[in-house]
């Protein structure tokens, strides 16, 4: 049997994402939509987000932050 998880990582709905980040759902829809926030986008509104591209989302965040 083929191990999704193992293959692409952790993956977060829009929901979990929005909630992780402390934003509210509007915002995460648009930075999907954007591009902002690397991501799959399944079917209509269903998103999928890698940990991986979360946590680069995050880090870059961090780093423009800084400057």
């Known amino acids: 049997m083929y191990d999704v998880e193992k293959y692409l990582g952790r993956l977060y709905s829009a929901e979990q994402t929005a909630e992780l980040l402390n934003i509210e759902m509007v915002t995460c829809y648009k930075w999907l939509r954007e591009g902002r926030i690397k991501a799959m986008k399944l079917s209509g509104s269903l998103w999928r987000?890698?940990?991986?591209?979360?946590?680069?989302?995050i880090e870059k965040a961090i780093e423009e932050g800084r400057r």
């Open 49 to 57: 987000i890698r940990e991986a591209d979360l946590i680069d989302f």
